[in-house]
RNA sequence: GCCGAUGUAGCUCAGAGGUAGAGCACUUCCUUGGUAAGGAAGAGGUCACGGGUUCAAUUCCCGUCAUCGGCUCCA
């Protein structure tokens, strides 16, 4: 019999007989991780345990530990997860069922069952069911023609679907018990692994992601290979949700929404308003010592800019409808976007070229006619405040322009301790160009240069086509919020065709008239949508610069209130944002209040604290930490400021 | 916009075909207490809105709006 060399990943080289399972390796080298393997990868091909080896080759083990594990893991409970469907409610049909980052789905044509009648907990109990049946995931290949007919006798039009999109040759079948799924693998060996399993909601899909398609049910689902594991997700969970920006909104009264005024539209409560100037003086201050000015535009503006900026045609309809005047033929919008009146601000008046870059800033306040069901919190919302800003320079300065921009966004994240954030390159979709407006040698410009610049930092970006806007590529900068859903913060764009559009020119050198390019930016994105994140990231309890109370005096007896005055009155003239607890509560009533309202420092005062003419300072989740001279405190919290 | 769920006091939530309840918050009174909830009393709701069924609807049905979970979209 013919031997075959398998090299472990500790490098060590073993002989075995040509035709060996993954599982009989895995088995003759360990006993204890053969009862936990789930998955292995041959040369880097991820393959079932099952699996014969017949070449020399590489060879790896996944367990639950490993992302392949659990992957693999999640991709067969998708299967089990079909089944039990499948065996309560004849006759659905099934898109696809891919593990995701946490748990997995499958999209499933319900037919004539109501969906609104689906019995989640009647398809867990079988899916418990079926995974102590120990059935095992055994492959078969199959041809194209068989493959349709399998389908076809199953009358499921989704999988004929999917089968077209395949190679004659590449096709293989999965089944488990009394399930057969078109599937390329790998998967796990039985399903006796599966120890836990919850369908965590249902959700409307369209089919292929296409709104034009019919659309299915999706369930979103988990499981595990141990019983507490799922119960600690689950708490996990409800742990993330409490740090849900919407209800600490409420709680920390931050901002509200309300019916009378309109959907989408946030009103920024006094703690709220707090955190927005903060913010935003924060940034004025960056971008003044980047060389930017700062201006003031309307918040309406003709619906003929809207024309020339292309905007009109492309968003129009998503925008809220123009506002009509009686007195002209001319109609108004809601400003979208500031662009097109910061390319008018640059129109003001020539420019030569010894002046550029001009970089044109403000918060500009924006609004658009979001799809209802897109509205989500301050996330996503119909009426926001951008930090925008329009530099418009010469071609030789994109890519430098482009790092200062760059250091800004990482600067600002930095400052607020956002280390977690992906940045993505948004280029073209590589095949239909139809969506964009311009000349494509300018377009392959724009990217080059952003491409280019972002290989000058230390930054790993991911690219992906098709995400650009109409008029050009841009950088974006995303963060999660606490339920994983990933939110588009700063961003960067390089645009050629707007100062076209605007005709917009500087005098160069040789005294001719030449086009700026255009690079729109804003760090935090949104207001809205940055001060949510943030929300969500420090669970409310924000830097000692942003919180919208910093301070609280809280006297022990009336007997102190006097002495507590003094105190506030000092830090008033300091300008911290002091109040003072005078209710006939309980020392410990009152600590609770302000721990619950989230105050960074509670200043507690009796006559001990009178007697030395201290204060003592308990800081919010940390607690006492004892008497200090009032000069102490100050610096304390100057200290304190600066972070 | 689409699929599904939800909408009861300021907040978090119970509840039932015969016009409503708890806890917290609020007001008043008592309590002057040393590091996360002192006690008592009181006040608070067209049960999202509009139709329909019924002797009777907040409850059942339909529609609208809003919110939530997704999909699609995102200048």
């Given at each position: 019999m013919s031997k075959i060399k398998v090299q472990f990943p500790d490098n060590s080289v073993k002989d075995f007989n040509s035709g060996i399972s993954c599982f009989e390796i895995v088995k003759s080298i360990s006993n204890s991780l053969a009862k936990k393997v789930l998955v292995a990868s041959y040369n880097n091909n991820i393959i079932d345990l099952s699996s014969q080896l017949t070449t020399d080759g590489k060879i790896k083990f996944y367990t639950w530990d490993d992302n392949e594990g659990k992957s693999t893991f999640w991709h067969s409970s998708a299967h089990v997860l079909a089944e039990s469907v499948e065996s309560l409610y004849p006759g659905v049909k099934f898109g696809i069922g891919p593990p995701i980052s946490n748990g997995f789905y499958y999209d499933i044509d319900?037919?004539?069952?109501d969906v609104s009648k689906i019995n989640t907990s009647k398809i867990e109990e079988k899916f418990l069911n079926l995974c102590k049946q120990n059935l095992e995931f055994v492959r078969s290949e199959v041809s194209k023609n068989d493959a349709k007919t399998y389908f076809k006798d199953k009358g499921d039009n989704l999988k004929l679907d999917l089968i077209d999109d395949l190679k004659d040759g590449e096709i293989s079948f999965y089944n488990q018990g009394n399930f057969t799924d078109l599937c390329k693998g790998p998967h796990i060996?039985?399903?006796?692994?599966?120890k836990s399993f919850k369908i965590l909601n249902t959700a409307g899909a369209y089919w292929r992601g296409d709104e034009n398609n019919q659309q299915l049910t999706r369930l979103y689902a988990i499981s595990f290979p141990k019983q507490n594991m799922l119960e600690d997700f689950i708490m996990k969970l409800e742990e993330a949700k409490k740090r849900d920006h919407r209800k600490l909104g409420k709680e920390l009264e931050l901002f509200f929404f309300s019916d009378k005024v309109g959907s989408g539209l946030p009103m920024w409560l006094p703690n709220g308003h707090i955190i927005r100037e903060n913010l935003m003086e924060f940034m004025r201050n960056e971008q003044i010592s980047q060389g930017y000015q700062h201006v003031t535009t309307p918040h309406i503006g003709s619906k003929k800019l809207y024309v020339t900026s292309g905007h009109y045609e492309k968003y129009g309809e998503s925008s809220f409808k123009p506002i009509e005047v009686p007195s002209d033929n001319d109609e108004y919008l809601l400003?979208?976007?500031?662009c097109p009146h910061h390319c008018e601000i640059f129109n003001f008046k020539p420019h030569s070229y010894?002046?550029?870059?001009i970089r044109i800033a403000e918060f500009g306040t924006v609004y658009r006619y979001e799809?209802?069901?897109?509205?989500?919190?301050?996330?996503?919302?119909?009426g926001f405040t951008q930090d925008d800003a329009h530099i418009f320079c010469t071609i030789d300065q994109v890519k430098e322009e482009v790092l200062g921009v760059m250091d800004l966004i990482l600067k600002v994240f930095k400052s607020l301790s956002f280390d977690d954030y992906k940045v993505q390159i948004s280029l073209r979709d590589k095949e239909d160009f139809s969506k964009y407006i311009g000349d494509s040698k300018l377009w392959d410009k724009a990217e080059n240069d952003l491409v280019d610049a972002v290989k000058d930092t230390d930054v790993k970006a991911e690219v992906v086509y098709g995400e650009a806007a109409f008029y050009g590529p841009k950088i974006d900068f995303m963060v999660s919020d606490s339920l994983d859903r990933e939110w588009q913060l700063g961003t960067i764009q390089v645009d050629y065709q707007l100062p076209k559009r605007f005709n917009l020119e500087y005098v160069d050198k040789n005294n001719s008239k030449k086009t700026p390019v255009l690079i729109h930016r804003a760090p935090f994105g949104s207001l809205e949508r940055f001060i949510a994140i943030l929300t969500e990231h420090c669970e409310g309890n924000f830097p000692l610069w942003i919180s919208p109370k910093q301070i609280i005096i809280l006297p022990i007896?009336?007997?102190a209130n006097e002495y507590a005055q003094n105190i506030k009155n000092q830090l008033d003239n300091l300008n911290y944002r002091t109040s003072l607890d005078?209710?006939?509560?309980?020392i410990s009533k009152k600590i609770r209040d302000a721990e619950v309202k989230k105050i960074p420092y509670m200043l507690i005062i009796g006559e001990d604290e009178m007697k030395s003419n201290t204060v003592s300072i308990r800081k919010k989740s940390i607690g006492d930490k004892g008497k200090v001279k009032i000069e102490k405190l100050i610096s304390m919290l100057e200290d304190d400021m600066k972070s």
């Open positions: 319900f037919c004539d069952h060996p039985s399903t006796k692994f599966i400003k979208p976007m500031n010894k002046e550029l870059p799809q209802s069901g897109e509205l989500h919190g301050m996330t996503r919302v119909r007896t009336e007997k005078l209710r006939i509560e309980k």
